[in-house]
């Protein structure tokens, strides 16, 4: 069921009825155009992840500033996606079992949608899938570069998987997918720096056994957020899969605290719009917006607009402390919240609330919001 919007274009911020899903325009825009400007003219394509915002409208705005397609972690984003008029996907993730795999083959008709694996048998299982369909699916080996969670391993057990989907009659092999999700998160720059040099390393040897096997590499994708500089100018990787840096939340800032470019190249973008609702004691306050308001996978949101931290959270509680206590009641009032990650969190809402010089210039459906299959 998806919920009536929270607000209508021409309200007033402050109108916005809460909790709601807040998006700086300015900022957000801000963030965009910097990566875009980022790899213009370096021969590396942009191909942003939007399992970060889940909503067509934001995909197209970035391919609009030239982004060659998108990332999709499930074939139900995928889908909703290409529904709503993209045409250029990557599922960067494996995918399996018949279902998902006659549907993801059926987007084929439709879009360009190619696939990642990293076992042999799913192989055999997306070319049966692909033959049933009747199409060419693209397929690029996912490679382990330090992640420690999918992919296989560099080196010869990556061509030799490149080999086998090569053989198939009704797959291609597109490339390779090699990410390191860790080192976005890395608090301290130079960390970060190792960590995709070591990545690099681990790609460019697995390329160079490629080419000695007679395979090129159209896509050498990865790079996220608080990486994508390194991978950008590797010479190495093509594609870089940004997601995160649209919206900035609270724990990529963390990163800054080591002095961590690029990550604060980007400003916050993205706000959980609260209402407190109880004001029992001159330090203390709880706002209308608790676990079932954002994500806390990353650490509780941070507190803007007054002096405050928000120190627990209950189904639909948000704590406050109050750095400076109030003697005047603060009931109706309302703060943004910056959320601790902002994929899931965007997930647990079907509208961006789009605010510019503090009013509602347009709000957006989370066009791809629940889609786990």
């Known amino acids: 069921m998806t919920m009536r919007p929270p607000a209508t274009v021409g309200m007033k911020l402050a109108e916005v009825d809460t909790p709601a899903l ?11 155009a910097r990566v875009a400007q980022a790899v213009a003219g370096t021969g590396v394509r942009l191909r942003p992840h939007a399992k970060s915002h889940k909503c067509a409208e934001i995909a197209k705005r970035q391919m609009a500033l030239g982004a060659i397609g998108i990332c999709c972690q499930k074939v139900s984003e995928a889908e909703a996606m290409v529904d709503a008029g993209i045409d250029n996907v990557l599922v ?4 399996a079992g018949r279902q998902k795999l006659d549907r993801l083959a059926a987007l ?12 042999a048998g799913n192989v055999d299982e997306i070319d049966a899938a692909a033959a049933r369909a009747g199409v060419i699916l693209p397929v690029l080996v996912e490679i382990d570069v330090g992640a420690g969670r999918c992919g296989v391993q560099p ?8 080999r086998h989907i090569a053989s198939k009659a009704n797959l291609s092999f597109a490339g390779l997918q090699s990410y390191q999700g860790r080192a976005q998160h890395l608090r301290g720059h130079e960390e970060r720096r190792a960590a995709i040099d070591t990545a690099i390393a681990l790609t460019r040897k697995t390329i160079e056994g490629l ?5 090129s590499c159209d896509i050498v994708g990865g790079g996220g957020t608080g990486t994508y500089g ?3 100018a590797s010479g190495v990787y093509n594609e870089i899969q940004v997601g995160s840096y ?3 939340d609270a724990d990529y800032a963390r990163n800054l605290k080591l ?17 407190v609702m109880s004001h029992p004691a001159p330090e203390r306050a709880y706002v209308d917006a608790g676990l079932k308001a954002y994500s806390v996978d990353s650490g509780l949101p941070l507190v803007c607009d007054i002096a405050a931290t928000l120190d627990r959270a209950s189904d639909e509680h948000g704590n406050l402390t109050l750095l400076e206590p109030a003697n005047h009641s603060l009931v109706g009032d309302k703060i943004r919240l910056i959320p601790g990650h902002c994929d899931p969190t965007v997930n647990l809402y079907d509208w961006i609330v789009c605010i510019r010089a503090g009013t509602v210039e347009a709000v957006w459906q989370v066009t791809a919001r629940g889609a786990l299959l």
């Open 246 to 248: 649209i919206f900035m």
């Open 92 to 95: 960067s993730n494996e995918i």
């Open 155 to 162: 080196g010869e057990a990556a061509v030799a998987l490149a």
């Open 22 to 32: 807040i998006l700086d325009l300015d900022a957000f825009e801000a963030n965009l």
């Open 108 to 119: 084929r008709h439709r879009a360009w949608v190619a696939v990642c694996a990293d076992n």
């Open 211 to 215: 080419a000695a096997a007679g395979l």
């Open 259 to 275: 002095g961590g470019a690029p990550v604060d190249e980007f400003a916050h973008s993205l706000f959980v719009y609260a209402t």
């Open 230 to 232: 390194f991978e950008a």
